[in-house]
């Protein structure tokens, strides 16, 4: 797929974000959660990305830097969500590199995140770079089935 462009979100892209990504959540919860990312990018605390295709919203992900004095060169990512139907196009690997890039301009030097163990999201973090350093057994329960799965952590080093 040629053409996708990485930018940051806006409110319009709100109803398509409901449709394409977020489908399981409602269109007043995906826009309250655009109106916190924005509010957070105003004040530099975090950015969040789409990625478009042919004008049609077909990704998402966050970034967020981390606040405590001892961790100020840490951010974290997270929400991370490719349309079903853009899968395995290069669009994740996109929305990541778009966020590593950001992380590296604020003077980040480790990027981390948290991801469900075992599943395909996890090999896709593998495959873009990141490591394990951690596993919490039974650490993520989904709200909608009560299904369990270990919560992985991983991180990524950015290279001067
Ligand atoms: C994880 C996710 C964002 C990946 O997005 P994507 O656009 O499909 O990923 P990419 O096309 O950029 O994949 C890059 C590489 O990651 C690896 N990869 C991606 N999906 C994979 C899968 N299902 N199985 C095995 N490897 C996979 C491959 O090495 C791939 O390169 P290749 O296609 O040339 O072999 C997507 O599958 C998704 O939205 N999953 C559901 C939401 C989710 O679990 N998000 C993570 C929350 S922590």
Known sequence: MDNIVIRQVKMKDAYQLHKNVFFNNRLFEVKSSIQISLSNTRKKKGFRFVA????????????????????????????????????????????????????????????????????????????????????????????WDGKQYDECLYYKHIEN
Do not use: W
């Open 52 to 143: 478009v295709f042919s004008n049609e919203v077909i990704g998402n992900v966050e970034i967020i830097f981390n606040t405590h004095p001892l961790m100020k060169h840490r951010a974290l990512i997270y929400s991370l969500v490719v349309s079903q139907n853009r899968r395995r196009c290069g669009v994740g690997k996109l929305l990541v590199d778009e966020c590593i890039k950001l992380a590296d301009n604020y003077g980040i030097r480790i990027v981390t995140l948290s991801v469900r163990g075992g599943t395909d999201a996890e090999k896709f973090y593998k495959s873009v770079g990141f490591k394990k350093y951690g596993e919490l057994p039974n650490g993520i329960e989904q709200l």
